[in-house]
T-cell receptor
Framework: RKEVEQDPGPFNVPEGATVAFNCTYS??????FFWYRQDCRKEPKLLMS?????NEDGRFTAQLNRASQYISLLIRDSKLSDSATYLC????????WGAGTKLIIKP | EAGVTQSPTHLIKTRGQQATLRCSPI?????VYWYQQALGLGLQFLLW???????NRGNFPPRFSGRQFPNYSSELNVNALELEDSALYLC????????????FGPGTRLTVT
């Protein structure tokens, strides 16, 4: 089992819809969690940090479920500009990056 | 506040040569990370430097090496270049300690011919 797993997608979603991604992790001692977005051929950009049960920033909500060892990212009222790859990062002893979930928002 | 900067933007080398990539972290950040991202693939962790010391390295051969300078900038060296080293090399910096958020530079695109 990989230390951090994400559904690679792609998720094809109509504009305005709500979309959710999950990211599972294997190290129960993990302390910090992050979501990044990466546009094609660009560097990853930090989207959200999750240090407790969850975090919300506008249309984006991240939730942590320690019992089931996953974090989720919810995007409401999706925009065309949300099309990107979303990367989950988990810190145990070191930072472990997921392979990413590709999201395509269609008009 | 200036972000993470990397140079050069693009680098073209031939097989067997050496490449040197440079990174300047955000002011106040002491940790620098290097990643390799081949086209269409995920991030592969290369190296982590903090306070001038190498703290961890990924599953890469010894011809990938680097260092961190007293001003916290960093250099990645790749010796004996191979065609499969062609990739985007990303540098990220963080405050270190309990704050693990990494902020990335725009990367150096290395092409080995």
């Amino acid at each position: 089992r990989k230390e951090v797993e994400q559904d690679p997608g792609p998720f094809n979603v109509p504009e305005g819809a709500t979309v959710a991604f999950n990211c599972t992790y294997s190290n129960s001692a993990s302390q910090s969690f992050f979501w990044y977005r990466q546009d094609c051929r660009k560097e990853p950009k930090l989207l959200m940090s999750v240090y407790s049960s969850g975090n919300e920033d506008g249309r984006f909500t991240a939730q942590l479920n320690r019992a089931s060892q996953y974090i989720s990212l919810l995007i409401r009222d999706s925009k065309l500009s949300d099309s990107a790859t979303y990367l989950c990062v988990v810190k145990g002893y070191q930072l472990i990056w997921g392979a990413g979930t590709k999201l395509i928002i269609k008009p | 506040e200036a972000g993470v900067t990397q140079s050069p933007t693009h680098l073209i080398k031939t097989r067997g040569q050496q490449a040197t990539l440079r990174c300047s972290p955000i002011s106040g950040h002491t940790s620098v990370y290097w990643y390799q991202q081949a086209l269409g693939l995920g991030l592969q962790f290369l190296l982590w430097y903090d306070e001038g010391e190498e703290r961890n390295r990924g599953n890469f051969p010894p011809r990938f090496s680097g260092r961190q300078f007293p001003n916290y900038s960093s250099e990645l060296n790749v010796n004996a270049l191979e065609l499969e080293d062609s990739a985007l090399y990303l540098c990220a910096s963080s405050l270190g300690g309990l704050r693990d958020e990494q902020y990335f530079g725009p990367g150096t695109r290395l092409t080995v011919t």
